[in-house]
């Protein structure tokens, strides 16, 4: 008889988490919502799911806090550039 307790490791967490996060923007887009606070929840969503991906996945989360803000810089200056496009059209 096994007597390993059981848990999910932080890695799967983050697997699930990426997964609801990826689940609910497909819903917004099928549900046909639109306008500036959904383009700002769906490119929130996206922000935290490259900060999860980098921190986690790519290995980030160890590394010293140049490389981790560099990361964060750039995701900051796209997602900056996105939203003024996006503002500038509307």
């Known amino acids: 008889m096994d007597t390993k307790p059981r848990f999910i490791r932080p890695c799967t967490r983050v697997w699930l988490a990426l997964m609801i996060l990826t ?38 989360r160890r590394t ?13 200056l796209v997602s900056s550039l996105i939203t003024i496009a996006y503002l500038k059209t509307v």
């Not at 099928?30 to 383009?39: H, N």
């Not at 010293?64 to 900051?76: H, K, V």
Request: glycine content about 14%; proline content about 0%.
């Open 64 to 76: 010293r806090w140049l490389w981790r803000g560099i990361m964060l810089g750039w995701l900051l």
């Open 23 to 60: 689940f609910t923007t497909y819903a917004i887009g099928e549900a046909g919502w639109s306008g500036t606070a959904v383009m700002l929840i769906v490119l929130g969503t996206a922000v935290v799911k490259v900060e999860m991906v980098a921190n986690y996945f790519m290995g980030l």
